[in-house]
């Protein structure tokens, strides 16, 4: 499918007024085909991915396991869900938290105002791939700070860590041609560094 038509789909599927009355079985179940995870991770994984790692990522998650041990630390099950505690002691208290994050970022990013969701505490790649779904093409869709930075070294183009992911999106997307294709000009950062050099990584700052 057409990129531009597949994310057209997804904010189609995924309305803003959905995800403020969406379920914990919208947002994450094992039918792998029609959960607001599922679209997030693998059926728009073409627009840019953030497959892989644990499901821990989407701050709560539907279990194929049952059983209601959990090595992770700061995790909690109930054998049918598993999330993290600093969302809630349940099920239902840890969901209602994680989709008024997700409504909060989506918000955010419709209005523009991105430099909020930095603080926003969601996994980097989960928050980020949402933030630039609806966001109009005003964030790139590479979701790791690190791959980010690394095309504006690519770039030749100066920066600081610790400036706001917006500004960081901002400075590469800047180089886009008008006459250019979004996912074009973001496919070939991967083609040309991020696929080759995925094993060096930026020293995160504590």
């Known amino acids: 499918m057409d990129k531009h038509k597949l994310l057209a789909q997804f904010l ?3 309305s803003l007024d959905r995800l403020r009355n969406m379920t914990i079985e919208e947002y994450t179940n094992l039918n792998k085909s ?10 728009t994984n073409e627009l840019g991915g953030i497959t892989g790692g644990s499901s821990f990522k989407f701050g709560i998650y539907k279990r ?7 090595s992770t630390s700061n995790g909690l099950t109930d054998g049918e869900y598993a999330w993290f505690d600093k969302y809630g002691q349940t099920r239902d208290e840890a969901f209602e938290t994680v989709r008024s994050i997700i409504v909060q970022i989506a918000q955010l ?3 523009k105002e991105f430099d909020k969701i930095d603080q926003i505490d969601l996994g980097e790649s989960t928050k980020w791939k949402i933030a630039f779904m609806y966001s109009d093409y005003q964030l790139i869709n590479t979701f790791s700070k690190d791959m ?15 400036e706001s992911r917006f500004s960081l999106s901002n400075k590469i997307l800047s ?4 006459e250019e294709d979004y996912f074009d000009f973001g496919s070939k950062f991967w083609n040309e560094i991020l696929i080759p050099n995925l094993d060096k ?6």
Request: aromatic residues 14%; charged residues 30%.
């Open 175 to 178: 180089q886009k041609k008008d």
């Open 12 to 14: 189609e599927t995924w």
């Open 64 to 70: 194929n396991n049952t059983e209601k041990v959990i």
């Open 148 to 162: 980010v930075c690394s095309i504006l070294d690519f770039l030749q183009i100066k920066y600081s860590y610790d």
């Open 34 to 43: 029609d959960s607001f995870c599922y679209w997030l991770e693998q059926k």
């Open 201 to 206: 990584k930026h020293q995160v700052k504590p």
């Open 109 to 111: 990013a419709t209005d």
